[in-house]
């Protein structure tokens, strides 16, 4: 029913990549479900040869000029292949996002156009060893000599690392500066300086290629430097649009295709001489799940057109990825439950998407982050004066009540 929020061409692109995600072999995912594989590079330049990266971006450097709206659906049929592969597909949107808005006309020539023809694979380092929500505490140093930046510090949980030809960083250039004007953003070639480490199994979402860095007096061009220096703040919240509305849009993916599975057992599986969807403790389960799977899909879709719109969109993406990603945990959970104990064993994937969700909430800022900005940006809203509002507490049934209104 969601189609009616996309045009046509939107329409298209969905069918397009449904049918590119059909073609991914069942072998490759459990190879990297196995760890097997550690980065499917395959995998990326089938989508490039099909024009199915970076869809956002500009036609000139390889993209096709749509907007959140067929990005987002996009995404959701890519989440059917689980968090490993729809993180590494929307690497490029993220990365991208970055590059195409800051970025100079060389860095989109010699980066952002032969990422999206699959020639270079991208990595984004954010997280340190000491701290991962403290973003701004980053201890990494970029010092400036000459014409260069020499990076040392450390990242760790880079997604899509082992694979990747160049990773977006980000440093210290003002270490002394507060907080928010302390750090800078750089593209940073991989070489022998760069050390990439496996040093970590993942719960679920594995195959994604994730790893540690280590920087030791890497040499990193002035030119490299991704918007202004000292300006990282700039980059790093302009990125949390593509970082949370990807996240939101591959959780509808991996959701549906929970329910869809448990939906289609429950109507095979008999137990007491009915088949199990007959039992209002399955369909029920079934029925809440796809109200919250719907609800979450209109959040996102309306959050996807909120910032085609250009509009300040902060509270929203963190709105979507929290509801997104909290649905998908309930959703694995029900799904489970419907199928009972077949439902915990490998034979359905229903336990790799009940892994790979956990991770939902975690990454690209906590759910409680999501929290924090969420409230903070709601009373900045309900607290501005709106005389064009109704002045609703006037309508209260005690007309002289309002000495009983006491704040201190």
């Known amino acids: ?10 329409r298209r692109l969905k069918e397009e990549v449904r049918a590119f995600v059909k073609g991914v072999p069942s072998s490759l995912i459990r190879a990297m479900d196995r760890d097997e ?58 990365v991208g996002e970055a590059i195409h808005c800051f970025g100079t006309p060389e860095q989109k020539e010699k980066y952002l156009k032969p990422t999206l023809e699959g020639k270079l694979c991208c990595a984004e380092a954010l997280t340190e060893p000491r701290g991962g929500s403290d973003f701004f505490g980053a201890t990494t140093m970029a010092k400036k000599d000459g014409e260069y930046y020499y990076l040392n510090g450390q990242k760790r949980f880079v997604v899509g690392a082992e694979g990747a030809d160049y990773f977006l960083v980000y440093a210290k250039t003002a270490p002394e500066a507060e907080p928010h004007r302390s750090i ?6 991989r070489d022998r300086s760069v050390e990439v480490k496996h040093v970590y199994g993942l719960l679920g979402s594995r195959g994604g290629g994730t790893g540690r860095l280590y920087f030791q007096d890497t040499r990193v061009p002035s030119k490299n430097l991704v918007g202004p220096e000292n300006g990282g703040a700039l980059v790093f919240n302009r990125m949390m649009i593509p970082e949370r509305l990807t996240t939101a849009a591959g959780a ?12 289609r057992y429950s109507d095979r599986r008999k137990a007491f001489g009915e088949r199990i969807r007959r039992f209002e403790a399955v369909s029920f389960k079934v029925a809440d799940s796809i109200s919250k799977l719907d609800a979450a899909r209109s959040l996102v879709y309306v959050t996807a057109r909120h910032v085609d719109e250009g509009l300040d969109s902060r509270r929203l993406v963190s709105e979507a ?11 694995v959970n029900h799904s489970m439950q419907v199928m009972g104990g077949i439902g915990y064993t490998n034979v359905y994937p229903i336990e790799r998407f009940f892994r790979d969700a956990r991770l939902q909430m975690i990454w690209t800022g906590t759910n409680e982050i999501m929290d924090l900005l969420i409230q903070h940006e709601f009373y900045k809203e309900t607290l501005e004066e709106r005389k064009e509002e109704r ?4 309508d209260a049934g005690d007309l002289d009540g309002e000495e009983e209104k006491v704040y201190e």
């Open 184 to 189: 800078s953003c750089f593209l940073v070639e």
């Open 37 to 94: 594989v550690r980065y499917p590079r395959d995998f990326m330049e089938g989508l490039a040869s099909q024009n199915l990266l970076g869809l956002r971006f500009p036609k000139e450097y390889g993209g096709r000029g749509i907007k959140w709206s067929g990005e987002v659906a996009a995404i959701e049929e890519v989440g059917l292949l689980g968090s490993g592969m729809t993180c590494l597909y929307s690497l490029v949107s993220i």
């Open 391 to 394: 002045d609703v507490e006037k």
């Open 252 to 263: 509808l993916g991996m959701a549906r295709c929970c329910l869809e599975i448990a939906t």
């Open 1 to 10: 029913m969601f189609e009616i929020l996309l045009t046509e061409e939107e």
């Open 321 to 331: 990825k929290k509801i997104s990603t909290e649905m998908l945990w309930e959703v």
